[in-house]
């Protein structure tokens, strides 16, 4: 069969509907849309027939590997996709014209190949992930609107019924964007109404992305419902200046003023010289400018607190401007703000797990809820789809970021409070500085390398993430690492000064994974004592003894891999953990090709 090519006669010219669905009505139960292809009267049964086939074939160019005649490669996520352009240009007015335009990129020089294309050099704005990208092709190509892949649309929060969770509204949201920019005007359709129906159940700070996208794609029924929710909401104003377009922002405003000359309640008057020097701080620390905090208070009478800095930085700014607030030591790490969320409710929506270890170093209470009772993790879970939760820990590699931020907020609501001194015990420990350091920057050498994610979490919380790679693995890389290099500048009581530092630092990092993962802690106790003296040379001694030495060192590797197992176990028995969230997720949708 000989396919079109991108250059050939665009169907959308000629038929009277961009989306015109080869399939019966039987399938508009489940969103899809169906037009009858004579306005008078509906298809003859041997058309119909003939029409489901027709979708029925052109789906197995999706689903059937075997089958892959494609002409192009849509790269999305860092994943090819293939399409046949023949078909994308008959149905989308946008791939139309793209392939007459452009060829795109092949990446085998003076070959002929299949052309490549980046979603994200296709999208002016908003973002299309891989799954929604396949529901959105399956439609192309079939006119039929699968369901929404459960792994991608739903939260792992355990009662949530997923109508309104931020994964479900998240996953809408891409398809709209796929709909309107490709230009499928019936899908909008569909995708509006959904986000419509969003609006009215979602929490007030997951309408905001819908709110977006509403903008962008100029779909002016749902930008004015979505105002409405957002003016009556009790969001500041400081997230809505944040968040939202300029244009959109002045509308709620101007919307919320209207609202309160209407109503016969009486509000509080707003000091605008207060508000003023509130923004003036929060402009301070998207500058990352704590020094200029520190004036901006002095010349007035607010305090951190009345800002909301902590808040603020917890929510837009970095890591080391959250470290330089709370070292300021003014600000009340478990304050709530007018909505009732503390400073780590707030950081838990943004998901990052360094911010989150480091309020709760500070004292931060996971087990503080809302006013409407979530707690933080619960927060987190809500957030959280199952794709990322249950993807596969593989040792070596990145842990995903979700999974991790759920991880050690329970494990923060199960652990004991940790006591006694701060320095790591170990009887065969010389009370000597030197040696002290010797065994920590081992340790946590030991740990980067088993479980890099990890340790790199409680290092750059312990503010020690620039140790170096000091490990006596290879006896290349010495056992001294920069302990004894000598600075003839420097004093003794500089340097003391620095070695102290140094340990403070490495022995935070060790207490912050004895912490959140013990039975690793256990393990690499047990080899530090026992066999890291005859394991810290690989390379020395007779060839048997260095064979019984790589033994060993794989032996390790092998407990400590179980150790991590069990900690992860611990937390899926936890009654934190729901049962339902723990098994493997469904897979449901497009069966294109395994993503690697």
Not at 308 to 314: C, G, I, K, Q
Not at 324 to 346: F, K, Q, S, W
Not at 384 to 395: F, I, L
Request: charged share 25%; glycine share 4%.
């Amino acid at each position: 069969m000989k396919f079109l090519n991108s250059h050939s006669h665009c169907f959308w010219e000629s038929e009277p509907s961009s989306s015109l669905s080869f399939t019966s009505s039987s399938h508009l139960s489940n969103g899809s849309i169906s037009h009858n292809l004579s306005s008078s009267e509906a298809l003859p049964s041997l058309e119909v027939i003939s029409l489901t086939k027709l979708s029925s074939s052109l789906e197995q160019l999706l689903l059937d590997s075997g089958c892959d005649y494609s002409d192009a490669e849509i790269i999305v996520e860092g994943d090819p996709v293939g399409v046949h352009r023949c078909i994308l240009a008959s149905r989308s007015k946008f791939f139309c014209e793209l392939f007459k335009k452009e060829k795109g990129y092949s990446e085998k020089e003076g070959k002929l190949g299949k052309p490549k294309y980046k979603m994200k050099d296709l999208l002016p704005y908003g973002d299309v992930g891989y799954e929604a990208f396949l529901v959105y092709l399956s439609y192309v190509y079939t006119g039929k609107l699968k369901p929404s892949p459960v792994e991608v649309s739903t939260c792992v929060h355990s009662v949530c019924a997923h109508d309104s969770c931020r994964p479900a509204i998240n996953f809408a949201v891409e398809l709209m964007y796929a709909s309107s920019i490709f230009q499928m005007p019936d899908l909008v359709s569909v995708f509006q109404r959904r986000l419509l129906n969003f609006v009215g159940k979602a929490l007030a700070e997951d309408v905001i992305p819908i709110l977006v996208v509403a903008f962008h794609c100029h779909l002016s029924d749902l930008v004015t419902h979505s105002i409405e929710r957002v003016a009556r909401s009790d969001l500041d104003s400081i997230c809505i200046d944040k968040e939202l377009p300029y244009e959109v922002a002045e509308k709620i405003k101007l919307h919320r003023r209207d609202s309160q000359h209407a109503s016969e309640l009486s509000t509080p008057p707003v000091d605008p010289l207060r508000e003023k020097r509130i923004r003036s701080i929060h402009k301070a620390l998207d500058s990352d400018d704590v020094e200029l905090v520190k004036l901006l208070l002095s010349e007035s009478n607010i305090t951190l607190d009345e800002a909301r800095a902590l808040h603020y930085a917890a929510a837009y700014c970095d890591r080391k401007v959250v470290t330089e607030v709370l070292a300021l030591g003014m600000a009340d790490v478990n304050l709530r703000n007018p909505r009732g969320y503390t400073v780590l409710h707030i950081a838990v929506m943004r998901r990052e797990p360094s911010i989150i270890v480091l309020l709760l170093s500070k004292g931060a209470r996971a087990s503080e809820l809302t006013s409407d009772g979530q707690s933080a993790v619960s927060i987190c879970r809500r957030l959280t789809r199952p794709k990322d939760y249950h993807s596969k820990t593989v040792q070596g590699q990145e842990t995903n970021k979700d999974r991790i931020c759920i991880d050690v907020l329970e494990r923060e609501m199960r652990r004991n409070p940790m006591v006694g001194d701060a320095s790591v015990s170990s009887q065969t420990m010389a009370d000597d500085l030197h040696m002290k350091l010797l065994y920590l920057e081992n340790r946590v050498a030991f740990a980067r390398l088993f479980f890099p994610s990890e340790a790199k979490l409680a290092m750059v919380v312990a503010q020690s993430d620039t140790t170096s790679e000091f490990v006596g693995i290879s006896p290349s890389k010495g056992s001294s690492g920069n302990l004894m290099e000598v600075d003839l500048n420097e004093t003794p009581t500089v340097q003391k000064k620095r070695l102290h530092s140094r340990l403070e630092s490495l022995t935070k990092t060790v207490n912050m994974g004895r912490c959140y993962f013990p039975h690793c802690s256990e393990v690499l106790d047990k080899f530090m004592e026992d066999d890291l003296p005859d394991l810290f040379f690989l390379e020395t001694g007779t060839p048997d003894e260095q064979k019984i030495k790589r033994m060993r060192f794989m032996e390790l590797k092998d407990e400590v891999h179980k150790a991590f197992s069990k900690d992860k176990a611990e937390l899926n028995l936890s009654g934190l953990t729901s049962s339902s969230s723990s098994s493997s997720p469904k897979k449901v949708g497009v069966n294109h090709k395994t993503r690697k």
